[in-house]
């Protein structure tokens, strides 16, 4: 059995009795019921993957995939490609936006080279697992083949069981590829069945063309390739990019083993829908950190059935946003486990009566 389909049939629904058993106690706490908002729905849902008890996190991780992508041939982001290669060299530096982010907050950056279009160095302090060199032009045909997008899902597979083996038990998914907001549209788009400008926004840079071009583009793509809305894989091959395939597997792994992912905006959104497209149970274990300025970032979270906890205003991706998600997530933990409940409350007050 290959990793993909082992990964796929180890992924479980959590119990719902787990989760209102949680939520029932974190009524009984000393405050009016639901009063911590969102804290409560995130506590619930993190015992809920915990069979049912309040988990302590131990170590936290963003991966961050990188790769390159052929359609940025067509002129849809004014940013260079060559910004892929120096961002990515810059992870393990701690240089860059999200690794600011994670120092504030005690979590590890872990780069991943999927596809890039350079070779980077081996003792760079990045994990090279490159697939190849970027994806083809899909404008001109497909982006990869399936045994490239099912490797590239493999590969984010492997770097998160490698780390929750590692004693890390609250994940977050990252990307680095200039254009990637391209192939995310188009994954959408077509999951969704809307047109490609109902989900295409400006990236880090749109091109010259403005939005309505880059939305051309994709409806162009789509078109071209006919990717199979109910074949994931061949939505990915077809449209998609290998950054996004890889953190698809790190979504994947993290539901396996019952390890909270928290997803940071569009693309790596777009990645946990392919995951869920996989195995359903996947969005047992996700959580959304921020609202993406990126139109279709709301209806992919919609479709995945998760709220954002933050609204920043943010489009850098890295994972930026899903790190500083992750003391939310701490905060509402030690809501459940430090605050006592209003029975314990009076008895601390009046211990005679």
Same mark, same amino acid.
């Given at each position: 059995?290959?990793?993909? !389909? !082992?990964?796929?049939? !180890?992924?479980?629904?959590? $119990?719902?009795?787990?989760?209102?058993?949680?939520?029932?106690?974190?009524?009984?706490?000393?405050?009016?019921?639901?009063?911590?908002?969102?804290?409560?729905?995130?506590?619930?849902?993190?015992?809920?993957?915990? +069979?049912?008890?309040?988990?302590?996190?131990?170590?936290?991780?963003?991966?961050?995939?990188?790769?390159?992508?052929?359609?940025?041939?067509?002129?849809?982001?004014?940013?260079?490609?060559?910004?892929?290669?120096?961002?990515?060299?810059?992870?393990?530096?701690?240089?860059?936006?999200?690794?600011?982010?994670?120092?504030?907050?005690?979590?590890?950056?872990?780069?991943?080279?999927?596809?890039?279009?350079?070779?980077?160095?081996? +003792?760079?302090?990045?994990?090279?697992?490159?697939?190849?060199?970027?994806?083809? $032009?899909?404008?001109?045909?497909?982006? &990869?083949?399936?045994?490239?997008?099912?490797?590239?899902?493999?590969?984010?597979?492997?770097?998160?069981?490698?780390?929750? =083996?590692?004693?890390?038990?609250?994940?977050?998914?990252?990307? &680095?590829?200039?254009?990637?907001?391209?192939?995310?549209?188009?994954?959408?788009?077509?999951?969704?069945?809307? +047109?490609?400008?109902?989900?295409?926004?400006?990236?880090?840079?749109?091109?010259?063309?403005?939005?309505?071009?880059?939305?051309?583009?994709?409806?162009?793509?789509?078109?071209?390739?006919?990717? $199979? %809305?109910?074949?994931?894989? +061949?939505?990915?091959?077809?449209?998609?990019?290998?950054?996004?395939?890889?953190?698809?597997?790190?979504?994947?792994?993290?539901?396996?083993?019952?390890?909270?992912?928290?997803?940071?905006?569009?693309?790596?959104?777009?990645?946990?829908?392919?995951?869920?497209?996989?195995?359903?149970?996947?969005?047992?274990?996700?959580?959304?950190?921020?609202?993406?300025?990126?139109?279709?970032?709301?209806?992919?979270?919609?479709?995945?059935?998760?709220?954002?906890?933050?609204?920043?205003?943010?489009?850098?991706?890295?994972?930026?946003?899903?790190?500083?998600?992750?003391?939310?997530?701490?905060?509402?933990?030690? &809501?459940?486990?430090? &605050?006592?409940?209003?029975? =314990?409350?009076?008895?601390?007050?009046?211990?005679? %009566?």
């Amino acid at each position: 059995m290959s990793l993909l !389909q !082992q990964t796929i049939e !180890q992924i479980t629904a959590t $119990n719902q009795a787990s989760y209102d058993e949680a939520e029932h106690y974190i009524d009984s706490l000393a405050k009016p019921p639901k009063s911590l908002g969102k804290l409560e729905r995130i506590a619930a849902k993190m015992a809920a993957m915990n +069979d049912g008890t309040f988990p302590e996190i131990q170590k936290k991780a963003v991966i961050v995939c990188a790769g390159d992508h052929g359609v940025y041939d067509e002129g849809v982001t004014t940013n260079p490609q060559d910004v892929t290669v120096f961002q990515t060299l810059g992870f393990p530096k701690g240089t860059t936006g999200v690794c600011a982010i994670a120092k504030s907050v005690g979590a590890a950056v872990v780069p991943v080279d999927v596809g890039v279009l350079e070779d980077l160095p081996a +003792d760079a302090g990045i994990i090279l697992k490159k697939v190849k060199y970027g994806t083809n $032009n899909m404008a001109k045909g497909p982006a &990869m083949s399936r045994e490239e997008a099912i490797r590239s899902i493999e590969v984010g597979i492997e770097v998160a069981n490698e780390q929750i =083996q590692q004693g890390v038990n609250l994940l977050a998914t990252g990307e &680095m590829g200039i254009a990637n907001t391209t192939p995310s549209a188009a994954i959408l788009s077509v999951l969704e069945g809307c +047109d490609p400008l109902d989900v295409t926004g400006f990236g880090a840079g749109v091109g010259a063309g403005g939005i309505a071009y880059k939305a051309d583009v994709i409806r162009k793509a789509i078109v071209l390739n006919e990717p $199979n %809305k109910d074949d994931a894989i +061949d939505v990915l091959a077809k449209v998609g990019g290998l950054e996004i395939g890889a953190m698809a597997g790190v979504t994947l792994a993290a539901a396996a083993h019952r390890v909270p992912i928290v997803v940071d905006g569009y693309i790596s959104t777009v990645a946990a829908l392919i995951a869920a497209e996989l195995n359903p149970h996947v969005k047992d274990y996700v959580l959304a950190s921020h609202a993406s300025e990126e139109p279709g970032a709301k209806i992919a979270a919609a479709r995945l059935g998760i709220e954002p906890m933050l609204h920043m205003n943010m489009r850098l991706g890295e994972g930026s946003g899903a790190v500083l998600a992750f003391p939310i997530i701490e905060a509402a933990l030690s &809501m459940a486990t430090n &605050m006592v409940t209003l029975e =314990q409350a009076a008895a601390i007050i009046q211990p005679n %009566k």
